[in-house]
Each structure stands twice: as C-alpha cells, then as structure tokens.
C-alpha cells in the first residue's frame, strides 16, 4: 500500500512531469470520485468513476495546447484521517501555440483507500488559467 504522499507522487510523474503523460488506471479505485469545484463555465465540477475520469482527463491533456514543465509542490499537509492529504502546489509549462510561459497554483485534497486514489477535489486558479491560454 502507498501512502497519500506516495500516491500523489505518482500522478504527478504520470500525469504532469511525463514527456508522454498518462494514466495508469490502477492508481485510482473503480469508485474514484473528482471534484473540481470552480471548474471554468463548460466544464464538469464533479466526475463519479474511474473509467469516466481516465477519459475525461486523457482528452483534456490532449485538447490541452500546454506543455508542464513543472509541478512545484509548495506544501503538504497531513490530516487527521492518514488517509487524507491537503497539496498546494503550482503547475509551470509552456503553450506550445505562442511559446509563451505560464503558471497557475492549484490546491488538491487527496483521499486514499487502499493504496489508490478515491478522491481528488481541486481548487483551479481559472483566471490564472484563462490568462494563460488567452493567446492560445
């Protein structure tokens, strides 16, 4: 079993750091369950499933005109539940349309079950965000 600090690792590699970035669908239980709650206008605040979540994820990163070139973590907080933790961390990159530099804060609460990931709210800096890709 990993801990929510070694879980949260892997997505980080996985998702933001790969050159080549995926999921592995074994990092999150079948029952995973994604809160985004200032998601942008358009887009879901809440995703229930681990199937759905995958492909949700894997079309945005590729509609996603961003290279990461960062995942600086600036502080993680332990909970009471050992199974929880609380990641502020700040995401850097490239939009690869303008070559211009970007980067956004987010702050993520990660709950654990077994090792996998079964939920993840996200806190977005959508204007940062938008402010970034406004040339894309």
């Known amino acids: ?77 332990e909970t009471a539940d050992p199974d929880v933790i609380v990641v502020e961390y700040e995401l850097g990159g490239t939009v690869t349309t303008t070559g211009a530099k970007a980067s956004a804060p987010f702050i993520g609460v990660l709950h654990t079950r077994d090792g996998r990931i079964c939920g993840w709210r996200e806190y977005q800096h959508t204007v940062a965000i938008a402010a970034a890709l406004a040339g894309a």
């Not at 669908?25 to 979540?53: C, K, Q, S, Y």
């Open 1 to 77: 079993m990993s801990t929510p600090r070694e879980a949260f690792a892997r997505l980080r590699q996985q998702w933001f750091l790969s050159d080549q970035p995926t999921l592995d669908p074994d990092l999150f239980t079948e029952d995973l369950v994604v809160e985004m709650p200032f998601a942008a206008p358009g887009h879901p605040n809440r995703i229930e499933g681990r199937a759905a979540f995958v492909a949700f994820a894997q079309a945005g990163r590729a509609a996603l005109p961003v290279r990461f070139d960062r995942c600086l973590v600036t502080a993680a907080h």
